[in-house]
């Protein structure tokens, strides 16, 4: 029986951030609660991983063109899992 049978895979989007916008960015993601899980990779080069839910994708991308006009948000990579 496999597993994962009818289940679709988050996608992965790493990012560099603004070492002081880091809390709030997972704030902000908590918030809308199920589309997206914020992952602090490495703190000291502020670099988070999103792990957007399937069918969430437009919402995320929004909430980061809204985040980008206060705070840097520079994309490293986008992996599906």
Known sequence: MHKNRGVKSTRRQVYRVDRKAVCFIRFIFEAYDGIAVVETIDPHTASIALHVAPGCEYEV?????????????EPLSIIRR
């Open 61 to 73: 991308g929004m909430l980061l063109a809204d985040l980008r006009r206060e705070y840097l948000i």
